[in-house]
């Protein structure tokens, strides 16, 4: 019940792309969905969070959309870009306790010049 | 500008020693993380701790044990340090309050090779 599954675990777009990696989670005292993006040789940096009252939350070309009697969010980017190319890691969160972030596997992605 | 830092960006060990790998913030944050990183594993927890000396096991506490003496110090001890736990290791910190200040912010990684 503390798993967030994270598809796909890779991904190779074109340069433009709307590359789309989706999260399931089952434990409803999640109440915060953060998206992690990390590049090679560093540590994962905050992108994007959503909280469950809105479906969705935009940040320049980063979308998250959320479902949440589906229990499941996803992240889009829009007119990808080669430098968009690392690694995603959406995460789970329940802020009513003690914070214990709880990661999905990853999906590498990588867009074509 | 926030930081987490970890001591060591590589470390190479011998099966059977023991390891230290620590972390410190510096943004009075009351919560700490160790995560492993493994290809196709993602973020997996080790340890957690959510005050100076308070800890809670993640997913795969074993082999490992932590210590939190001081706030802003976390270290993850491997006690017999084995090939398997060769991987990159990753800590975070966080405050436990709403709003823009529940982001967890991560340190650079130490990878770490058991021979």
């Known amino acids: 019940q503390q798993q967030v599954k994270q598809s796909p675990q890779s991904l190779i777009v074109q340069k433009g792309g709307i590359p789309i990696i989706n999260c399931a989670y089952e434990n409803t005292a999640f109440d915060y969905f953060p998206w992690y993006q990390q590049f090679p040789g560093k540590g994962p940096a905050l992108l994007i969070a959503?909280?469950?009252?809105?479906s969705e939350k935009k940040e320049g070309r980063f979308t998250i959309s959320f479902n949440k009697s589906a229990k499941q969010f996803s992240l889009h980017i829009m007119d990808s870009q080669p430098g968009d190319s690392a690694t995603y890691f959406c995460a789970a969160v329940s802020t009513s306790g003690t914070y214990k972030y709880i990661f999905g596997t990853g999906t590498r992605l990588k867009v074509l010049a | 500008d926030v930081k987490v830092t970890q001591s060591s960006r590589y470390l190479v060990k011998r099966t059977g020693e023991k390891v230290f790998l620590e972390c410190v913030q510096d943004m009075d944050h009351e919560n700490m993380f160790w995560y492993r990183q493994d290809p196709g594993l993602g973020l997996r927890l080790i340890y957690f701790s959510y005050d100076v000396k308070m800890k809670e096991k993640g997913d795969i506490p074993e082999g490992y044990s932590v210590s939190r003496e001081k706030k802003e110090r976390f270290s993850l001890i491997l006690e017999s340090a084995s090939t398997n736990q060769t991987s990159m290791y990753l800590c975070?910190?966080?405050?436990?309050?709403?709003?823009?200040?529940?982001?967890?912010?991560f340190g650079q990684g130490t990878r770490l090779t058991v021979v």
């Open positions: 975070a910190s966080s405050s436990p309050h709403g709003g823009r200040n529940t982001e967890a912010f």
């Open positions: 959503i909280r469950p009252d809105v």
